[in-house]
C-alpha cells in the first residue's frame, strides 16, 4: 500500500488532479500503520487499500461529473 500510495503522488501534477494527492496519502499512511499495528495481517491491507480506492473512485467520478456540466 506504501509503494501504491507514493506512485499516486506525482499524478497530482501529471494531470492536474488535486484528487490523487489525498489518494497517495491516504493509501502511504495506512499502509504505514498496518505495517506497524498490524504486521501478521496480509489481507487487512488489500481490504481497506480496497475501500480506499472505491471511495476515491466515486471521489473522482462526481468531480469530473462536475467539471463536464460546466
Same mark, same amino acid.
Given at each position: 500500500?506504501i =509503494?501504491m $500510495?507514493?506512485? %499516486? &503522488?506525482?499524478?497530482?501534477?501529471? %494531470? @492536474? ?8 496519502? /491516504?493509501?502511504?499512511?495506512? @499502509?504505514?500503520? =498496518? /505495517?506497524?499495528? /498490524? ?5 487487512? @491491507? $488489500?481490504?481497506? @487499500?480496497?475501500?480506499? &480506492?472505491?471511495?476515491? /473512485?466515486?471521489?473522482? *467520478? ?6 463536464? *456540466?460546466?
Amino acid at each position: 500500500m506504501i =509503494i501504491m $500510495g507514493v506512485h %499516486y &503522488l506525482p499524478f497530482n501534477f501529471l %494531470y @492536474g488532479m488535486r484528487i490523487f494527492m489525498p489518494l497517495g496519502l /491516504a493509501l502511504a499512511v495506512c @499502509g504505514v500503520v =498496518i /505495517a506497524f499495528y /498490524a504486521p501478521g495481517s496480509f489481507s487487512l @491491507g $488489500g481490504w481497506i @487499500g480496497g475501500c480506499i &480506492l472505491f471511495v476515491f /473512485a466515486w471521489i473522482g *467520478r462526481i468531480a469530473v461529473r462536475a467539471e463536464t *456540466r460546466r
